[in-house]
């Protein structure tokens, strides 16, 4: 069946350092959105892609899109304590029904 | 201010008991989907419904159902409640919004605080 695989499951960083998670896809994919959980909490949305080669920034994270509309990336530049979180991405390889990545965990030590 | 709200944060059952979680938005939104959660596993989808007495399967409706009456109402049911249904049940509404130079399309997904279910 459809998969979406994200790498890596777990990241510990010092403050201050960059963090980066993948996400790939098996099949192409119309659009793919990146959700926040916070620990307790709910997924939220972070930012949607739609076109092939996308790049999309939110202060200091960077979402690109790869492509073959397969691959994506989250890059956060010096990460604070406030980006603790698991964070999915969500791939759409058809309208309104999205396959969730398994989530790569960041803690960031202080 | 969106809001999805889920019927329990915690509940409890029995093997074999009939368990009904309950989803309610207040968003208007067409779509609304059910969720469970399992460490390193993410997010699997169980059943989606694109609109009132519509649904479609998800990736896992083994053991489940569901129903959707009401726009802002979707249900889902565990008929004969099993442990590896043990999970946090997530909901989650989304309605198509256009925007942006491109008129682009975006299905943001709108969670509720999750239900966490355990089976004994």
């Known amino acids: 069946g459809q998969q979406v695989m994200q790498i890596p499951q777990y990241q510990h960083v010092q403050e201050g350092e960059d963090f980066t998670t993948y996400c790939n896809s098996s099949?192409?994919?119309?659009?793919i959105q990146w959700y926040k959980q916070r620990p307790g909490g709910h997924p939220v949305f972070l930012i949607q892609?739609?076109?092939?080669?996308e790049v999309k920034k939110q202060k200091r994270l960077t979402f690109q899109f790869g492509e073959a509309k397969k691959n994506s990336s989250l890059h956060i530049t010096a990460t604070q304590t406030t980006d603790v979180g698991t964070y999915f991405c969500?791939?759409?390889?058809?309208?309104?029904?999205?396959?969730f990545g398994t989530g790569t965990r960041l803690k960031v030590l202080a | 201010d969106v809001k999805v709200t889920q019927s329990s944060r915690y509940l409890v059952k029995r093997t074999g008991e009939k368990v009904f979680l309950e989803c309610v938005q207040d968003?208007?939104?067409?779509?609304m989907f059910w969720y469970r959660q399992d460490p390193g596993l993410g997010l699997r989808l169980i059943y989606f419904s694109y609109d009132v007495k519509m649904k479609e399967k998800g990736d896992i409706p083994e053991g489940y159902s569901v129903s959707r009456e009401k726009k802002e109402r979707f249900s889902l049911i565990l008929e004969s409640a099993s442990t590896n249904q043990t999970s946090m049940y997530l909901c989650a509404s989304s309605s198509p919004r256009w925007g942006g130079l491109a008129g682009n399309r975006t299905d943001t997904q709108y969670f509720g605080p999750g239900t966490r279910l355990t089976v004994l």
């Open positions: 099949t192409t994919l119309s659009n």
């Open positions: 969500a791939g759409a390889p058809r309208t309104y029904k999205y396959i």
């Open positions: 892609l739609v076109k092939s080669g």
């Open positions: 968003m208007d939104h067409e779509n």
